[in-house]
């Protein structure tokens, strides 16, 4: 089976597709919409993305792209990070001036950094990061990265458990294109929707879903079409299997407006 993830081996993401699917053949692409593109042109069958951080929040750019409806999340993963601070040989907490990664990792060990003084530096991947260190070679400048990454790309380790929290976790998706069967054991699902543009409309929605044995884990405005106007994404847990998404969705909700389900799926906690 065909893989894909965003980033370079020994990325994040490339570690979740890993533990998901050891026998894949897995293929790592530079953004996220060529990642994207890859899943809906058949290049790849499956692909495992990054949709929330414990400590940052969703991102963002994976939320947008599952909306147009053209694929679904059909599992999701949880990676605990635990960012390293990778440096060429002899470079020393001293020499650094700048560090390089992924703009999420970045924002995850944001009060690290500024303790120090250093400069942040946002790559396209925490992987790519990494190998931009090792190949410049420069004692000013570090990786902030998975420890798999270090040994591969000849650096060490300078420092272990850089991040601002301690539970840093990533949750992933596993993405496929059109729409899947739901599993008789899926009790989560990812739904979009839109308000009224009246007071009092979201409290309102929120409430029908409650009432109606929704139990929500997060949820997240996004711009919508039209300016000025909001789309929410909710994530629910609700009884398993197609029937407890029905017992939630129908007869569809009076408060709730273009519905869009992105997805039913087992939660893993």
């Known amino acids: 089976m065909r893989i894909g993830f965003q980033g370079e081996p020994f990325s994040y993401s490339d570690q979740a597709s890993q533990e998901l699917f050891p026998e894949g053949d897995r293929r790592g692409f530079e953004t996220f919409a060529s990642a994207f593109d890859a899943v809906q042109d058949n290049q790849v069958d499956l692909l495992v993305v990054p949709i929330e951080n414990s400590t940052t929040g969703s991102v963002l750019s994976v939320l947008d792209r599952l909306l147009p409806g053209n694929v679904h999340i059909i599992a999701e993963h949880l990676?605990?990070?635990?960012?390293?601070?990778?440096?060429?040989?002899?470079?020393?907490?001293?020499?650094?001036?700048?560090?390089?990664?992924?703009?999420?990792?970045?924002?995850?060990?944001?009060?690290?950094?500024?303790?120090?003084?250093?400069?942040?530096?946002?790559?396209?991947?925490?992987?790519?990061?990494?190998?931009?260190?090792?190949?410049?070679?420069?004692?000013?400048?570090?990786?902030?990265?998975?420890?798999?990454?270090?040994?591969?790309?000849?650096?060490?380790?300078?420092?272990?458990?850089?991040?601002?929290?301690?539970?840093?976790?990533?949750?992933?998706?596993?993405?496929?294109?059109?729409?899947?069967?739901?599993?008789?054991?899926?009790?989560?699902?990812?739904?979009?929707?839109?308000?009224?543009?009246?007071?009092?409309?979201?409290?309102?929605?929120?409430?029908?879903?409650?009432?109606?044995?929704?139990n929500l884990t997060r949820i997240e405005s996004r711009p919508s079409e039209d300016d000025w106007q909001y789309r929410f994404f909710v994530d629910l847990r609700h009884e398993p299997g197609a029937a407890g998404l029905h017992s939630i969705f129908e007869p569809r909700p009076s408060s709730l407006g273009d519905i869009r389900f992105l997805g039913t799926y087992k939660a893993v906690r």
């Not at 303790?115 to 991947?125: Q, V």
């Not at 989560?188 to 543009?197: G, M, N, P």
């Open 79 to 214: 990676v605990e990070v635990r960012h390293c601070l990778l440096v060429t040989p002899g470079t020393t907490i001293e020499s650094i001036k700048t560090v390089h990664s992924h703009p999420e990792a970045l924002a995850q060990a944001e009060s690290f950094i500024g303790r120090h003084g250093w400069t942040a530096m946002p790559e396209h991947d925490t992987a790519g990061a990494v190998r931009l260190v090792a190949d410049r070679a420069n004692p000013s400048e570090a990786a902030l990265g998975p420890e798999r990454a270090a040994a591969p790309n000849g650096l060490d380790v300078l420092a272990r458990n850089v991040v601002d929290r301690e539970h840093n976790t990533t949750r992933f998706v596993v993405v496929a294109r059109g729409e899947s069967p739901i599993a008789d054991d899926a009790d989560k699902s990812t739904v979009a929707f839109t308000t009224s543009h009246t007071p009092g409309a979201l409290a309102l929605a929120l409430t029908e879903l409650g009432l109606r044995g929704a």
